[in-house]
């Protein structure tokens, strides 16, 4: 992938700065505008850039946060067409969590225990507790079945 100008470069980073800043305090709607703006920046197709990724995983991360797994998912996807790893642990936990509450077991257990096998526990410490029962209960059962109550 190109390069960005440096001057550009600084200017995004800045404004996801803010943006984590804003997302630290709880302000996710304004968050949301930073990290939108600095997506704006991006010269299209802004999938073409690898800093698309950092912003698409920060958008997905406040989606995330307020509630809107959808539009977690769609970003953290787009994230992924960024450039990002799919070897990722935080877009495989965040993209594990959004399908997992948008009810899509199977790829929620995909996603989450790659992140698991990645980066174990430590990485979900943040987070409700469910969903690393959710990730020690699906690697424990056996093939092809599900652990009872999922």
């Known amino acids: 992938m190109a390069e960005l100008p440096r001057e550009l470069h600084e200017r995004i980073k800045r404004l996801c700065a803010e943006g984590d800043d ?3 305090q709880g302000r996710c709607e304004d968050a949301l505008a ?13 999938t073409d850039w690898s800093a698309g990724e950092w912003i698409m995983a920060a958008v997905g991360d406040a989606e995330f946060q307020r509630g809107d797994f959808a539009a977690s998912r769609q970003a953290l996807m787009t994230a992924l067409q960024c450039g990002g ?5 935080f877009l495989r936990l965040r993209l ?3 399908l997992f509450e948008l009810c899509d077991r199977q790829e929620a257990a995909n996603w989450l225990a790659g992140a698991y096998l990645l980066e174990g ?8 507790p469910k969903y690393l029962e959710f990730v020690k209960a699906h690697l424990q ?8 109550g999922w």
């Not at 790893?85 to 642990?89: A, F, L």
């Not at 059962?141 to 009872?148: D, I």
């Open 96 to 98: 594990g969590q959004c």
């Open 22 to 24: 804003l997302l630290d």
């Open 85 to 89: 790893s799919p070897g990722n642990p």
């Open 121 to 128: 526990q430590e990485l979900f410490a943040h987070d409700d």
């Open 141 to 148: 059962s056996p093939p092809g079945g599900w652990p009872e």
């Open 34 to 46: 930073r990290y939108g703006s600095a997506w704006e920046l991006l010269p299209e197709p802004r």
